[in-house]
């Protein structure tokens, strides 16, 4: 199987380490990767602020770009919640027929990275070895945007050592929101709180999700307060095996 | 009044309203623990009914066909509530809807009025224009009679009164009632109320109210409570005039069964409200003489015409998306500076204003999308909202001012780095080069200036790594070939 990564702007930027661990975690699967240089952005940023015209021109360059790939992975539910929530509206308003046709064709072989794995590949033990205590963090756009339900559970519940431990109210956004955490700063740090409270009482060394947008967010403010949790991208947890640990090789 | 501002027209912008509430423990507190408990009453209820989503389709069918045929209905509600002896006024703003209610009540001679609780009147600013006019507005629901005393505001759209607590409720009662040796318990707190209420109920001749349901089928109106304070205001006075917006309309009655269903499981974790009072028209020796309706428009039919913000008139305020916003949670109602707060608030506020207040409002969410999964009658509030920040942008960047403001001038270099792969490459670079300056030895950055600064406000940012992942994997590639070119395998 060949997939095209969509590495997102800020994965490439920010943390290429994830993307580093999602190649290496699907070639480990068997799965020939392409990754095609023009990429940059979704264009989620700008729609979700209220740059339409600037957030289209992002939309239907991803559609032209990705128009022909067999199938497309993307590390990040946010992303992915965009192309499929989004991009129809934005073509409504302001393509044209041949981009409505082409999307249309195009949104089925998007997945978002877990949704791959189990769906496409089929596979929940992705024969990784992460030996800590692990708290899943759920994105609102894996839950909510996605529906990616039980997917990280199952994946995470295979990998060798790991213990999982459950949050409270795992279903409550950590006060991202993309420009939402610059512009409502305040209230934002407010959720953050809130969502820290919920965290540390897992007492987990890790904290993992699908998004490194949420990650950054909660690392941050974990960082901040000089706190041992730490961050990690669901990818570099499935990366890793017995022989390969994400601290040394990431 | 000494309470926060509920006028979105002259209300600070959402963020600057949240401060002080921010630093308003007592009230953060009294907010997330009232809105638990009800959500868990709601999530209960909603999981013991197996048709849950069902309902929630033909709910929100039912409100998508009212708003595609709303005049039809409108009409037809007219007709026949004229028939059964009310009497319909149509009102295209808030001030001709307050100049019609006044209208009335100086012919009724009225010197006060007894109110049940309704947002639409809080919407028009129908309580200054009362006093103004020298008529005395009694709040009779529990809740808004606390605020009423309390000098202070509403704070969400079901449970007006939810950011205080018993003991601040006995300190109100205490104090305008005379009665310093109330105690907190709740059945002392109800009883005085009932007391104080009670005078009003059988001496004032003339009551207000809002509806939840208009009723085009038979010309009824439905209302929900839960205190029996409401049928008083309705059953007793001589005359009734109801306020409600004209999206209110249902086709049939047997809509009911749907809608009350939901209705009541969304907004207070009950299968039935306790109170679910129907009228239509008059009937002479039961009940008011003279009835009144006021259908009010103040924006709805904008609203109406635009395809994607219509279905915000789907809404029957049950208030669930309240309940379960995080952002609701940490603020309460009053940085909203709107008689409709939370989700539903911040798409509702800036449209019933013609985009002209309130546009910080569809920006006072993180588009977690909470909302919508609740809600019963199938808003999609995220989007909504984010058609609503496009629309503010749109007003904004004709602006000269925000050609400086580094919001924008952040977007539009974002959006011309993004429009090519080696200007992309390029704005990383150059990212790398100029956050190097902020960057501290252990690689963390913590103190940005101007926008940055909201950000390491609380939270630091990792510096960017020396080399993105299309460095990594151009090396790698390139890598790859010269190991295939000597005939090997490529590393892994």
């Known amino acids: 199987m060949r997939v095209s990564l969509f590495i997102t702007c800020y994965n490439d930027t920010l943390f290429p380490q994830t993307g580093r661990a999602v190649v290496r975690l699907l070639e480990r699967l068997g799965v020939d990767i392409e990754f095609h240089p023009a990429q940059t952005c979704c264009g989620q940023m700008h729609a979700n602020t209220g740059f339409r015209g600037e957030a289209y021109s992002q939309a239907k360059r991803f559609v032209q770009l990705y128009r022909d790939t067999e199938c497309i992975v993307i590390p990040s539910s946010s992303c992915v919640a965009m192309i499929r929530d989004q991009y129809p509206g934005l073509f409504d308003e302001l393509g044209n027929e041949e981009l409505r046709r082409h999307l249309a064709d195009l949104l089925p072989r998007v997945f978002e990275l877990s949704e791959f794995l189990t769906d496409k590949v089929g596979v929940d033990d992705v024969g990784a070895h992460f030996p800590h205590r692990v708290t899943y963090h759920a994105s609102c756009h894996g839950l909510r945007g996605l529906h990616l339900g039980d997917r990280p559970f199952r994946l995470l519940g295979k990998v060798r050592g790991l213990k999982l431990i459950p949050i409270e109210n795992l279903d409550r956004c950590c006060g991202f929101g993309g420009t939402f955490s610059v512009k409502n700063a305040e209230v934002s740090t407010a959720m953050l709180d809130a969502k820290l409270t919920d965290l540390l009482a897992t007492e987990a060394e890790y904290c993992t999700a699908l998004d490194n947008s949420c990650l950054m967010h909660v690392g941050g403010a974990l960082h901040r307060r000089n706190l041992q949790m730490k961050p990690i991208h669901m990818a570099e947890i499935l990366a890793s095996t017995e022989a390969v640990d994400p601290e040394s090789v990431l | ?492």
Not at chain 2, 422 to 445: E, H, N, P, V, Y
Request: charged share 25%; aromatic share 6%.
């Open chain 2, 1 to 492: 009044m000494s309470g926060p501002v509920m006028d979105p027209r002259i209300a600070p912008p959402f963020p600057e309203a949240a401060l002080p509430i921010l630093q308003n423990t007592q009230l953060r507190k009294n907010v997330a623990h009232a809105t638990d408990v009800i959500q868990a009453k709601r999530n209960r209820l909603v999981a013991e009914k197996q048709d849950w989503q069902q309902l929630r389709s033909s709910a929100s069918a039912i409100r998508a066909h009212v708003l595609a045929n709303l005049t039809t209905y409108l009409e037809q509600f007219e007709t026949k509530c004229t028939a059964a002896g009310g009497v319909v006024h149509w009102a295209k703003d808030a001030a001709e809807a307050r100049s019609i209610i006044l209208d009335i009540l100086r012919e009724e001679n009225a010197t006060e009025v007894i109110k049940i609780k309704t947002m639409t009147s809080a919407e028009i600013q129908l309580n200054p224009a009362l006093e103004a006019a020298g008529i005395a507005a009694i709040e009779t629901d529990l809740a808004e009679l606390i605020l009423q005393l309390g000098d202070d505001e509403p704070s969400h759209i079901v449970v007006p009164a939810l950011h205080v607590n018993r003991r601040q409720v006995r300190e109100i009662f205490a104090r305008r009632m005379g009665l310093p040796e109330l105690p907190d318990d709740p059945e002392a707190l109800t009883a005085a109320a009932r007391t104080y209420l009670r005078k009003k109920f059988l001496s004032v001749p003339t009551a207000i109210s809002g509806a939840n349901f208009l009723i085009a089928e038979t010309g009824s109106v439905a209302i929900v409570e839960s205190e029996g304070n409401g049928r008083m205001c309705l059953t007793l006075p001589r005359t009734l005039i109801t306020l409600a917006g004209i999206e209110k309309v249902l086709p049939r009655f047997s809509d009911l069964e749907v809608l009350l269903q939901v209705l009541a499981r969304s907004a207070t974790g009950e299968r039935l409200n306790p109170y679910n009072s129907l009228w239509s028209g008059v009937v002479p020796g039961d009940g008011p003489e003279r009835f009144h309706v006021v259908l009010l428009d103040n924006g709805r039919s904008e609203i109406l015409s635009r395809k994607v913000e219509r279905q915000t008139l789907k809404c029957i305020r049950c208030a669930a998306c309240l309940n379960t916003c995080p952002v609701y949670r940490q603020t309460g109602g009053h940085a909203y500076g709107s008689p409709y707060a939370g989700p539903i608030g911040a798409i509702l506020t800036p449209q019933l204003e013609h985009m002209q207040h309130g546009q910080s409002l569809p920006y006072a969410s993180s588009l977690c999308g909470a909302c919508y999964e609740v809600c019963p009658v199938k808003i999609n509030i995220p989007e909504v909202l984010i058609d609503l920040r496009a629309r503010v942008v749109d007003q904004e960047r004709a602006q000269p001012r925000r050609w400086t403001d580094p919001m924008y001038m952040g977007m539009k270099v974002a959006n011309l780095a993004f429009a090519s792969a080696s200007r992309f490459r390029l704005a990383q670079a150059m990212g790398r080069l100029g956050l190097r300056l902020f960057t501290d030895k252990d690689g963390w950055i913590r103190k940005l200036p101007n926008l940055g600064a909201r950000w390491t406000l609380s939270r630091d940012l990792p510096g960017l790594p020396n080399q993105t992942f299309r460095q990594w994997w151009t090396e790698r590639e390139a890598g790859s070939i010269g190991e295939r070119l000597r005939g090997k395998e490529a590393p892994r």
